[in-house]
């Protein structure tokens, strides 16, 4: 079993930062892939991006490439989301989830978090 605890959401303007951190605990080395997920109202969940568990794959989601960047710290098992020039279409319960193997799937994740809250105003 692997807990996620999402926090650092919150409201902001347009053109403003975030980050959004994700800690981790249990069985966290059955699960060394971390991934960020999105949901805005009346939408599907979309992926944001993921990392691999020694950060040397990435991958993102193009709506946020070059906006956001994710990262982790092993040793405080956390990982993070840097959101960078927020757009109010960046509003979404963003969600942190675990998998075995780095995908863009949301279906590869079987571990999830409940989610924080972004809103970004015009």
């Known amino acids: 079993q692997v807990q996620l605890v999402e926090s650092g959401g919150g409201l902001v303007q347009a053109g403003g930062s975030l980050r959004l951190s994700c800690a981790a605990s249990g069985d966290t080395f059955s699960r060394p892939v971390m991934g960020w997920f999105r949901q805005a109202p009346g939408k599907e969940r979309e992926f944001v991006s993921t990392?691999?568990?020694?950060?040397?794959?990435?991958y993102y989601g193009d709506s946020v490439k070059g906006r956001f960047t994710i990262s982790r710290d092993n040793a405080k098992n956390t990982v993070y989301l840097q959101m960078n020039v927020l757009k109010p279409d960046d509003t979404a319960v963003y969600y942190c989830?675990?998998?075995?193997?780095?995908?863009?799937?949301?279906?590869?994740?079987?571990?999830w978090g409940q989610g924080t809250q972004v809103s970004v105003s015009s």
């Open positions: 990392i691999s568990w020694s950060g040397d794959r990435i």
């Open positions: 989830a675990a998998a075995r193997l780095l995908s863009r799937n949301q279906g590869s994740y079987d571990y």
